[in-house]
């Protein structure tokens, strides 16, 4: 029996003390329940994606030192957690601390370089994959990328002896994800016939939410113990190694892969911890609760701990949202609510001739539902004074854009002004579809420091209203605000789809453009009208520069605007 | 003899016909003059850097077709040219085109993934470097990084036979960057005993400008001709192979060198273009003029073509620039009149209570001396709607930022108001001291198209304004301009160091943490007091959010504030 612990804790990007004295307090933990080894996620000392912190040499020298010192308080336990390494190069490192000491250390071979990452900037490749005897187990260590290679380290260890992988991960969420990751791992698991024991970070970090769900699959591919996605947690599990994994008959084939694959990356390294460690009474298995969870529970979820995060570790603990009235600002609001408590959150109403009625009643109805503050200031006095400013230049020509989004900067400037006096985050609410489109003023509705469902395509986010007011008792969002048609209120009578496609038509067209990067002909034939692709493709194409000036949001899609897609802003590609 | 023609050209990132019709047109002018080969820049079909179009197969796909077209048009010439490959993966490439037919294809060996370069994202490292025998001659292709190797293609295609080493490039400014090239450029010629050929791209895109400053160096590593930096333009030599090159005594210690190299980077493929190239009458080598440019006057005409290109590049003819008064909006002022003409750029006055009289006769007289419109809107009346809008929830508050941000929002709106009403874009006026340190207002002076000055420092942008007025005939920039000490003027008597080190004390501390990454001891040894470091590094950290949101501007020095320096927003590292 081998009692394995995963922890997998929310650590803040560059904050050495607090992630240091939490990774003490789960080493703790771990030694007060006895366990063989505890293993934290890939770069948790540090914090993930530490980015350009990574050219700064005094803080990977200073990330060394906090290193030492975990080490000095690894009595009685094997601790694995990741680290940044520099030998004659920098790398993604995973330590391995035992009685005092640093015993070794393993450096990430694959380096993703796609989507939002950018490993190959900063980092060396390892070639050197050891496994390590702990009481008597065989375990290699990984990191992240490394086990989604079926031709990767997991099979040089395999043949090495290992019994147990542990991978180490700073995996973020995007939808699907969870589902992909527990089939590789299956696979993985089943195809070298040991445990895998995945331990994933948790919490926001500016555009990534990291999910956790860390999770233990058997030798046969099920898994048997995992940790809930989006908090912290600790998983302890008893892994029978000798009944389960000694007795298992070996197919030759396997055999004969490993093989060749482990000339190609190279020899492995062996290392054995051979001191005993200490071990108490083994507890039967603890078997977490593992429920598969809808896509819409997911992506709430990612969004409050998204928006909780990033509030809390940029120093700010309330926040202020402009209520429209429409659905978008109404489920960010109840979002910041659900994430940081109805104290801390401010609702601003900023009325115009425009303004409907339904709009300001509605406002009020669910600040009233969510019990929190709502500030009224109608914007027709500026606006009045910037139309008699502009007067002897504006004179004679035609009231439009420039009228709108003049309306929509004064908001913006106006929740800036209580944000810059109070001390209070501006929470933007704009969603996908109007960042890939550009229906939304720059500086106006998109100032602010976050923005919580910018990745949230405008079908999905009334599928998250309706998710929210299940959740609650009796009705939280207002119907009114779920029903009634999307309108900017910028001028008399207008509906968002005066100017876009109906939503249903354009948010199948925008994720085949922007996610999957299907030509024009190809989402044509996907059953769209050439006019309505054309309208959208050069609306995204249009807009890049508006998305340039967006604050960061939280990811949730396999491509966000962002770190993951990056489009030149000067660029006359015309796809048809 | 051999006769080149390298044609450093200006392209537009996505218009492949354009930069088709370009590239055909040069082609013309070098069959025209009897040219052997004519060589033009990496990537010059598609534009450059591409960026995510590179996940367009339907883009690569068009890349393709346009480069089938262009080699139809090769009776007589070889040309080479940058494009984008696709066999089993994506490369960057360069095409080898003679009589009607793509001949022969170079892969990029060695691929830049730092700065502001991600080309590990896109594409797949070469593994061949040919030599090709154009009328006697073997030349050997490679692409921009893959001549700072002195391991790289050049040393396996010099052991091939190379006379002629053609380097393409994609190569952005910044300062210094030309001596080094020309150094690297030297050394590889003379160790290899060749001629080395660099043709570099010219022309602003986004952050980057491309200077131009094609040059050939002889085996004896002398620059025998040069183009200008930043501006288009052909240069044909005539390089005396036969006497210079085939003369030269070997190094036997240099053939070892390379034979080692050689087997370490693979087996070089050789392939010959043996047919007869027509040549004409040989005029003697046409010696450009090489004369080294001081660095001031370098970025000057980089930010003069950066701003040219965004501008035209983004489909803009005519832009605005808010003028307070200071040397910041008046040195961009002055490099929009000179990159667009003056009857495209409107410059705006927005005079408030703090604004003092001569910041208003200063920015009248320096759009006098420009020959530019001057419109004047005060903003005192759209403050007071506000201040009065805020009222009931800022009574009782003292003034503050918020009251000061306000002046600059409302200026922010009202140059876009503008920008929508006319179509005109907007150019900010921040300089990179003020990036660095926040001392800006996001969403007001930052709120602009394209930030002209961002990566310039204070102390270069007062030299910048000297320098173009030793341009003019007479004062252009005014003296009272160039000498104020600096302010916001958003409240009263303020001035920039009451909140901020003298530029003198601030710049150098930037430079060393910005851009050097140096440590906070480090910076103290260099002769700082250590409030004025911590205070400076202080507010480089915490305003790494405004810079996010910021509009793109021109990179001059070796690290911006872009795709140079990814920072979390999110960060809690304390460098001291």
Not at 160 to 169: F, M
Not at 176 to 200: C, I
Not at 331 to 343: N, P, Q
Not at 536 to 543: G, S, T
Request: hydrophobic residues 40%.
């Amino acid at each position: 029996m081998f009692r394995l612990a995963l922890a997998q804790i929310d650590v803040t990007v560059g904050d050495l003390d607090e992630n240091s004295k939490k990774i003490l307090e789960y080493i703790d933990e771990a030694k007060n329940m006895k366990a063989d080894l505890i293993a934290f996620p890939e770069m948790v000392l540090p914090g993930y994606p530490p980015e350009d912190l990574l050219f700064k040499s005094q803080f990977i020298q200073e990330n060394l030192i906090h290193l030492e010192h975990i080490a000095g308080q690894t009595e009685d336990i094997v601790v694995v957690l990741g680290f940044i390494d520099l030998d004659s190069d920098v790398h993604n490192a995973a330590a391995v601390l035992y009685d005092g000491k640093i015993r070794d250390i393993y450096h990430k071979m694959f380096l993703p370089n796609y989507g939002v990452f950018d490993e190959d900037r900063y980092f060396k490749s390892g070639t050197k994959c050891p496994t390590y005897i702990v009481n008597g187990t065989s375990v290699g260590i990984n990191i992240c990328e490394d086990i989604w290679h079926s031709a990767g380290p997991t099979i040089v260890q395999r043949s090495n002896g290992a019994e147990i992988i542990v991978n180490l991960n700073g995996s973020p969420f995007d939808i699907g994800k969870r589902k992909l990751r527990k089939n590789m791992l299956r696979a993985r698991a089943t195809d070298n016939g040991l445990f895998v024991a995945y331990v994933n970070l948790v919490g926001g970090q500016d555009e990534l939410v990291f999910d956790g769900g860390s999770m233990i699959v058997d030798p046969e591919g099920e898994v048997i113990c995992a940790s809930p996605q989006f908090k912290e947690d600790i998983l302890f599990a008893d892994l029978d190694v000798e009944s389960v994994f000694r007795s298992r008959v070996r197919d030759p084939r396997v055999r004969k892969v490993r093989a060749k694959t482990l000339q190609e990356i190279g020899t492995a390294v062996e290392m054995q911890i051979s001191e005993y460690v200490g071990q108490g009474n083994k507890p039967s298995l603890m078997k977490a609760e593992i429920h598969d969870r809808s896509e819409v529970e997911e992506i709430y979820d990612a969004l409050v701990l998204g928006t909780k995060d990033y509030v809390r570790k940029c120093g700010f603990s309330k926040v202020l949202v402009a209520l429209s009235g429409g659905i978008d600002s109404a489920l960010v609001t109840a979002i910041a609510v659900d994430a940081l408590g109805k104290e801390n959150v401010v609702a601003v109403s900023m009325p115009s001739r425009f303004s409907s009625e339904g709009s300001k009643t509605d406002a009020a109805l669910l600040c009233s539902n969510l019990g929190i503050d709502l500030w009224t200031l109608p914007i027709e006095e500026p606006f009045e004074s910037f139309l008699s400013t502009l007067f002897p230049y504006f004179d004679k020509t035609e009231w439009g854009v420039a009228e709108e989004n003049l309306q929509s900067r004064i908001r913006g400037s106006l929740v800036m002004a209580i944000s810059n006096k109070f001390g209070w985050m501006v929470l933007t609410t704009g969603n996908k579809s109007e960042m890939a489109t550009g229906y939304a003023t720059i500086y106006g509705d998109m100032a602010g420091g976050y923005a919580v469902i910018k990745d949230v395509p405008k079908l999905m986010v009334y599928k998250l209203g309706h998710h929210r007011n299940t959740l609650a008792d009796g009705e939280m969002i207002p119907k009114s605000i779920l029903t009634k048609p999307p309108s900017a209120e910028l001028r008399d009578d207008q509906k968002d789809e005066d100017n876009l496609p109906p939503y249903e038509i354009l948010d199948p067209i925008l994720k085949a453009y922007v996610e999957d990067d299907l030509s024009y002909e190809e989402i044509v034939n996907l059953g769209f009208t050439e006019e309505d692709v054309k309208r959208a493709i050069l609306l995204v194409d249009r807009n890049e520069y508006k998305r340039r000036q967006s604050p960061p949001g939280i990811k949730i899609t396999t491509r966000n605007f962002g770190r993951d897609r990056r489009m030149p802003i000067a660029n006359r590609y015309k796809p048809f």
